[in-house]
């Protein structure tokens, strides 16, 4: 049975920086594509990270703009969003999923795997 854990979210204020952390079970990290998305109350699941499962590439949505970084320890089975210079927009509950079937990177319906998320609240 696969299973992502997040965690690392919480309340913050603008400008500070936020690691967070999804843990696998069930499945090899370096055998698929992982990625994070995010949701705000009201808006529909928002692409935000990605990469092979090799790590060898790794893709950002456009808002982005340099300050978070996605990496992986494959030895921990876990995926990081390290996130800085955080925005009082990036308030919302952060997803990790995995294995992409056909469909590009940025797409949640490619992926097959979802944790619950980790709700990160950035104060203005």
């Known amino acids: 049975q696969v299973q992502l854990v997040e965690s690392g979210g919480g309340l913050v204020q603008a400008g500070d920086s936020v690691r967070l952390s999804c843990a696998a079970s069930?499945?090899?990290?370096?055998?698929?594509?992982l990625g994070w998305f995010r949701q705000a109350p009201g808006k529909e699941r928002e692409f935000v990270s990605a990469?092979?499962?090799?790590?060898?590439?790794?893709y950002y949505a456009d808002f982005v703009q340099g300050r978070f970084t996605m990496y992986s320890d494959n030895a921990k089975n876990t995926v990081y969003l390290q996130m800085n210079s955080l925005k009082p927009e990036d308030t919302a509950v952060y997803h990790c999923?995995?294995?992409?079937?056909?469909?590009?990177?940025?797409?949640?319906?490619?992926?097959?795997?979802w944790g619950k998320g980790t709700q990160l609240s950035v104060s203005s």
């Open positions: 999923a995995a294995h992409l079937t056909g469909r590009a990177v940025s797409s949640p319906e490619g992926y097959l795997y």
């Open positions: 069930g499945l090899t990290f370096s055998r698929y594509h």
């Open positions: 990469n092979s499962g090799s790590g060898m590439t790794t």
